[in-house]
Every structure is written in structure tokens, then in C-alpha cells.
């Protein structure tokens, strides 16, 4: 039996703009795990992804903004699942798509949990590592204190 050489893998085709795209797809290109799709999904029923036979989910382009919105959300501005609920509640997701980064939350309410806009990445990480000394610091200083020791 003769084997023939390995076809030379054909680039990748690319998709219109108005295509669906599987949770891979939209995976890769978002750098996320799949499964943060999937539980974005419980938790935010504008997300909503047509699924096939087999439970197979295509993305719709505007599940896609959606999702670009909440990662920016999330992981850019620093607000928690319930702060970018209360987003869409009060102000809509289209209102929310179109407004600019810039824009402070109108509520106290939804106000960022992680850090203040602006920070670098590399000033976030400085300060979560000195919250994280201040923690241990504060943890051996409650112990120092114990009567039980």
C-alpha cells in the first residue's frame, strides 16, 4: 500500500462579519475558556446563542458584541457578574454598547470592584500583591494576638 504525502493544511477561510461563529470561534478569539461562555450565559440572558441538533451553539454577531462588552466589563473596567447585571438592567445593552469607555457609572451602586479607571496593568498588579501583604500582615498580627497562644 502506497501512502500519499500529507496534504499542506489549507489556511483558515474567514467569515463575513454577519456569520455565526461556534463557542470555539468565539473562544479563540476572545482569548477565554469555553466554558466562561457557557456560564456567562446563565447569568446573562441577552446571551443567547442558537443551539443545534446536539446542543452545538452558533453565536449571533450581535452575542458576540455582547460578550466583548461583558469581558471589558469584567475584566477591563473591574465590575462583578452582579455590577454588569445591574448595567444591563438600568441603562440596556445597546445604550451600554455605545457608550464610550470613558463614561463613569451613573450609580454608586455599579461601581467597579477591582480597581479605579485608569490603572495600568502593571499598577493593578503592584497593588493587588501589596493588598496581599497587607492581608498576610494583618493575618500574623491577629495571630500574635490570640490569647491562644
Known sequence: MILSPP???SPPIEKGPEAYRTIREVADSMDLPQHVLRFWETRFPQIRPLKRAGGRRYYRPD???????IRRLLYDEGYTIK????L???QGVQALA?????????SDAAEPARAAPGLAGDDLAALRAALAEIADAERIL????????
Not at 452575542?63 to 462588552?69: A, G, N
Not at 491577629?142 to 490569647?147: K, L
Request: a positive charge.
Open 63 to 69: 452575542d458576540i458584541e455582547r460578550l466583548r462588552l
Open 83 to 86: 455590577g454588569v447585571q445591574k
Open 142 to 149: 491577629a495571630q500574635a494576638r490570640s490569647p491562644d497562644r
Open 88 to 90: 444591563f438592567k438600568e
Open 98 to 106: 455605545s457608550a464610550s469607555q470613558s463614561e463613569a457609572p451613573p
Open 7 to 9: 496534504a499542506a493544511a
